[in-house]
């Protein structure tokens, strides 16, 4: 881990610390790298280089300096309580800071809703709305187990009951066997004749249930989309079943908190960077110009990528979704239409599918899965040139710039620590900060004393060849 020191006016105890001790190659290193690319908006403002409108020193270089963190003895640190993380705000996706939870006690975990994969997909696909896999996927991580340590002396012991709560919120129906029978399994779900309801309080198993049972019947109410239950995460069901009933997100996740007993052991928050009732699509733009779009096909593709670029026709008569001032910059789209061309499905997105997409007969095996079932690391191809920029689209696929949420922000501004995840860089790191005004809020923040960078043990197909000094540029 390397915390990157904003050249900011302002003096901290740390960095008196830091700057005392500089002449410790242990303590302090600076490096020198290529000044940051003009493709990727606000990249100096996101990691502190400098503030933003400042301009460079130098045209060939600009210099990073980057400090190791302190180590504070026991006695120092009693004497300069100021020197610990304070609150701790997280930026990542949706696995890739979950084995790392634990070191975060009571951190703000700030997650992505462009994730088009998996049980998300199919959601999407039939009952739209925003993407809630990497939600979910954070919020079961911090539901608090029986096995787990107490937080604090003051905490009552967790119930057994939770224990029982997280396998099914953690479980996914099958991928492989017969439609049949894995609709068979849904409705003893469903109905809360399943063995996982087994050792869940009434009181608890009716909360839930009850919004399968929405879920169930907002998926009867489009019985012609034929929705996929293969793989499907009943975590995805509840939290999406109650997203649409409360029409929004951060309710929905309260709801989900609320009941696993997350709050009220302060486990951790789930923060939506984007709060919205549709749903939000990312694209990539190659540095050869090429455009691809959608997470699934930027990151890991369930199909070979077929390149080909969407005709006028589709821009101007692809059906948009509901716009939501979360979302769409109406003014900003219609001066800035974009037309380079694209390449991946056009079920991306806003758009509402055809209404016999996706039939099969029963028990057929699938050859529509989309991006039900990832193919595995080892067979995917590489991206055909590094990508430039990340950046949002709408229906027409225009590029768009979203609102981030007002309580990201907020926390922009409350928190003293702020680490960028291990994980996918490109689509679940830089989609919380491509958005507008979150790299002015980084640069701008009074509070943030340290930022830190987790780099990732191996590559994979968005950094296929990148260093460090890459992913801080």
């Known amino acids: 881990m390397a915390s990157t020191s904003a050249s900011t006016p302002r003096s901290t105890p740390l960095a008196s610390r830091a700057a005392s001790r500089s002449a410790s190659p242990r303590r302090h290193a600076s490096l020198a790298a290529a000044g940051p690319s003009s493709a990727v908006p606000d990249q100096d403002e ?76 199919e959601i999407i696909r039939v009952l739209g709305g925003p993407s809630l896999g990497d939600l979910r996927s954070r919020l079961v991580r911090l539901i608090p187990l029986s096995t787990n340590p107490p937080l604090s002396a003051g905490t009552p012991p967790t119930p057994p009951s939770n224990d029982a709560l997280h396998a099914l919120l953690s ?150 979704g509901t716009p939501s001032s979360a979302i769409f910059d109406p003014f900003w789209t219609m001066t800035n239409a974009w037309t380079q061309p694209a390449v991946g499905h056009q079920g991306d997105g806003l758009a509402p599918q055809s209404d016999d997409e996706g039939e099969q007969e029963e028990d057929e095996p699938s050859t529509g899965l989309g991006n039900l079932a990832f193919r595995d690391v080892e067979e995917q191809a590489q991206l055909p040139s590094p990508i430039s920029r990340i950046f949002y689209v709408n229906a027409y696929r225009q590029e768009v710039r979203p609102t981030p949420s007002p309580e990201f922000i907020s926390q922009l501004h409350q928190c003293s620590t702020l680490i960028y995840s291990c994980g996918s860089l490109w689509t679940s790191i830089m989609p919380c900060l491509s958005m507008r005004g979150v790299g002015g809020a980084i640069a701008r923040s009074h509070s943030l004393r340290h930022k830190v960078l987790l780099l990732n043990t191996s590559h994979d197909r968005e950094t296929d060849g990148l260093d460090a000094i890459d992913f801080l540029k």
């Open 171 to 320: 479980y996914r129906l099958p991928s492989t066997g017969s439609s049949r029978d894995i609709k068979l399994e849904w409705l003893s779900l469903v109905e809360g004749r399943h063995a996982l309801w087994h050792g869940i309080e009434p009181e608890r198993k009716e909360c839930v249930r009850g919004f399968l049972v929405l879920f169930q019947s907002e998926i009867l109410r489009r019985a012609n989309r034929n929705f996929n239950l293969r793989g499907g995460s009943i975590g995805n069901f509840f939290l999406s079943a109650a997203q649409k009933f409360f029409r929004s997100i951060q309710t929905a996740i309260f709801l989900f908190s609320a009941t696993t007993q997350m709050q009220a052991r302060s486990a951790g928050r789930v923060l939506p960077v984007i709060n919205t009732n549709h749903t939000a699509t990312i694209a990539a733009e190659l540095e050869s110009g090429e455009v691809i779009v959608g997470q699934c096909e930027i990151s890991h593709p369930a199909r070979p990528r077929t390149q080909r670029a969407l005709p006028d026709s589709v821009l101007s008569t692809h059906a948009p």
């Open 46 to 121: 996101l990691f502190g280089a400098r503030p933003s409108g400042q301009p460079q020193p130098h045209d060939e270089a600009s210099t990073f300096t980057l400090s190791l963190p302190q180590i504070v003895e026991p006695a120092e640190a009693e004497a300069t309580p100021s020197a610990g993380p304070g609150g701790i705000l997280v930026i990542s996706g949706g696995s890739g800071f979950n084995s790392c939870v634990g070191a975060t006690p009571g951190a703000t975990f700030a997650m992505p809703i462009s994730d088009d994969g998996g049980s998300s997909s």
